[in-house]
């Protein structure tokens, strides 16, 4: 165990030394942007202090609170269905018990998402994106609501990549009270520092903890306990613990760490994000905003000028006061010190469009872009619709990124959590051997592929155009793979739609009824006139029944002229 922590605690230093030249980026950001978030000293827990005092204008703090709420309801919305699971196989998607079996899992890892903290997690997670470029959030077990989320935020860990540029370690340095350390860790596995806190009652004295999430690089994969998985984690104290002792080590099967970049530059481990980009419009707004109120300050409140002789004497300089002058000399002399000559239009101008540039960088023209048309623009449904989708093509990379390495993975890890304890309905023989995939159905994504619907409505309603001139154009067109593509852009639940052999099944009974009623029909009719005949007293003979003498053969002709005489 001594090698271990020690190697550890190498690392540690090693991942904090590379991430260093990223931390005065974040604590500017942080400053006039998000001032309780980051933990750029471990002391920084639990501080109640002011910290935002460098914002005057608090213009992008609300803009990265749309772009947070514009992500959590487009990409991860608690109200409606963002994912569900399908195969790599088309034709076994339409199988009926595949479907039930896919839309039964989806509704049993929404009710878990829903009932632990995933959402509240998932709020952070963007919030931090939109500001830092970079997230963290450990997934770890939970008894009562199968997993729950441990969000980090920013400075108080570090992480590396592997060799395809995949995050693969997580390392963070957090504290913890003395009471907290013992219940989760147990009073024989903390150091006798902490041991002795902890018996003189100092409950609540902070204790720094290092945890270690890495891939295990030497591990029995026939074995199964904890120490043998492929990612290790471990815990131990980060001063004054006892050189030989571990809190804890234990294993994770898979990565537990939703670590997501906005965007990445090159070999970059950490992400860049709209505030990055933002940055100094930030600046420029706090500082026109701080000139702004001091220019109003001068206007309203000048500093005078008065003769030396008059510094002993009352002077009542507020509205409506009074400022005694011994002679007419001395009331002349008092006077503002400068002319102070505020244009406020100009000003209030130049803040608009620094407003508008940091609304642009946190794209809160897309989340709210219908709110933020004015009054007298009148647009048809049409219009705000490719307006909105033109604009949401601009978030597609970041889109890909983040369903990658956050929600692909949350989905995974929870799939995977509650297959371990048993809470999944019996798998279909058809899926056996099969590989999941996960597709992702939210209104962002459904923004993305509505380019798409776009191009097929203009196809299909200039065809219906075509069509009524020419009609033999509409075997041009095939029905049954444009309700199954069309569906599949929208997003609809799989099991709206039938599957191909179901609707084949369906026709094949519709031709066999329609023509059962033809024959009916004809039978129907044909007994109708017979029985007219019948009334009437005119039934012909048969020119097919055997005559007098006989089998005879019948031509044609004597058909027409035996019935031509009716």
């Keep these: 165990m001594t090698e271990l922590k020690k190697q550890c605690a190498k690392r540690w230093e090693a991942l904090k030394s590379e991430r260093a030249s990223w931390v005065p980026h974040w604590r500017e950001i942080s400053e006039v942007l998000l001032p309780r978030a980051g933990r750029f000293l471990t002391s920084d827990t639990n501080k109640g202090g002011k910290r935002h005092r460098a914002i005057l204008d608090n213009s992008g703090t609300r803009a990265l609170r749309t772009l947070a709420g514009g992500m959590m309801a487009g990409m991860t919305s608690p109200a409606r269905p963002w994912f569900r699971l399908t195969t790599k196989n088309a034709e076994l998607d339409e199988s009926p018990e595949v479907k039930r079996w896919h839309s039964q899992v989806t509704t049993l890892m929404q009710a878990v998402f829903s009932q632990s903290n995933v959402y509240r997690a998932l709020q952070q997670s963007y919030e931090e994106l939109g500001a830092f470029g970079t997230s963290a959030a450990i997934v770890l077990d939970d008894y009562k609501s199968v997993i729950h989320c441990m969000p980090l935020t920013i400075g108080e860990f570090a992480i590396a990549t592997d060799s395809r540029g995949n995050v693969n370690t997580c390392y963070r340095e957090f504290r913890m009270s003395v009471a907290a350390l013992v219940e989760e860790f147990g009073l024989e596995n903390v150091s006798s520092t902490v041991r002795n806190l902890y018996n003189r009652g100092d409950y609540d004295e902070w204790v720094d903890v290092i945890n270690a999430i890495e891939p295990r690089p030497n591990f029995n994969p026939e074995r199964k306990d904890a120490k043998n998985m492929p990612f290790r984690s471990v815990y131990f104290e980060a001063q004054g613990g006892d050189k030989d002792k571990l809190l804890r080590e234990t294993g994770y099967r898979e990565f537990p760490v939703l670590a997501a970049r906005w965007n990445v530059t090159g070999g970059d481990i950490y992400g860049t994000g709209p505030a990055m980009e933002a940055l100094g419009d930030l600046r420029q707004l706090q500082q026109e905003q701080f000139y702004k ?103 597609g990379p970041v889109l890909e990124r983040l369903n990658a390495e956050l929600n692909r993975r949350l989905i995974q890890l929870t799939f995977n959590r509650m297959l371990q304890v048993g809470m999944l309905p019996p798998v279909p023989e058809e899926l056996s051997g099969q590989e999941l995939n996960v597709e992702f159905v939210s209104i962002l994504a459904q923004a993305q592929r509505a380019v798409a619907t776009n191009a097929v409505d203009r196809f299909t309603q200039n065809l219906g155009t075509l069509v009524a001139i020419k009609p033999d154009l509409a075997d041009k067109f095939d029905g049954d793979y444009w309700a199954d593509y069309y569906s599949d852009l929208l997003g609809i639940d799989p099991q709206l739609i039938v599957p191909s052999k179901q609707v084949a099944l369906i026709r094949q009974q519709r031709a066999e009824q329609q023509m059962q009623m033809q024959k009916m029909e004809q039978a129907k009719e044909m007994a109708s006139v017979a029985k007219d005949l019948e009334a009437s007293g005119m039934v012909p003979q048969s020119p097919l029944q055997p005559l007098e003498g006989g089998l005879q053969s019948v031509s044609p002709s004597d058909i027409y002229q035996q019935f031509s005489g009716y």
């Design 293 to 395: 109120s001091k220019g109003i300050a001068n206007l309203a409140d000048p500093p005078i000028v008065a003769p030396t002789e008059m510094r002993n004497q009352l002077a009542n300089i507020v509205p409506g006061g009074v400022l005694w002058a011994d002679s007419v000399t001395q009331a002349q002399v008092v006077h503002s010190a400068y002319d102070v000559r505020l244009e406020l239009a100009p000003l209030l101008q130049d803040l608009q469009d620094v407003r508008q540039r940091i609304d642009e960088a946190f794209y809160k023209d897309i989340f709210l872009m219908i709110t933020g048309m004015p009054a007298s623009a009148r647009a048809t449904a049409t219009e705000i619709a490719e307006r909105h989708e033109e604009k949401m093509l601009m978030l």
